[in-house]
């Protein structure tokens, strides 16, 4: 069992930067790829970015690469998505997932979900 937490959302203009948390309970963390995930309002919930369990190779969106970064530290159960130079389109619920998956882009692969922060840019 897994629970998390996410926090860190918040409002920010466009160009901005915010940096999303998610602390993850349990002592078996470090088996777990653990995935972002965002949805808008009217839209379905879309991949951001993921990490293996060990952070050694992570995976992106198109949308956000070379904005976002993703990193994990098994030794504080936590995992982190560094956002950078946001857009309005960026504007969503953000979800922290866990998954024993390799496929780590499809959200039905997630076994664990936090209940979500919301970010949201203004132009």
């Known amino acids: 069992q897994v629970q998390l937490v996410e926090s860190g959302g918040g409002l920010v203009q466009a160009g901005g930067s915010l940096r999303l948390s998610c602390a993850a309970s349990?002592?078996?963390?470090?088996?777990?790829?653990m995935g972002w995930f965002r949805q808008a309002p009217g839209k379905e919930r879309e991949f951001v970015a993921a990490?293996?369990?060990?952070?050694?190779?992570?995976d992106y969106a198109d949308s956000v690469k070379g904005r976002f970064t993703i990193s994990r530290d098994n030794a504080k159960n936590t995992v982190y998505l560094q956002m950078n130079s946001l857009k309005p389109e960026d504007t969503a619920v953000y979800y922290c997932?866990?998954?024993?998956?390799?496929?780590?882009?499809?959200?039905?692969?997630?076994?664990?979900w936090g209940q979500g922060t919301q970010v949201t840019v203004s132009s």
């Open positions: 997932a866990a998954t024993g998956s390799y496929f780590l882009r499809f959200r039905n692969e997630y076994g664990y």
């Open positions: 349990g002592r078996t963390f470090s088996r777990y790829a």
């Open positions: 990490i293996t369990w060990s952070g050694g190779s992570t």
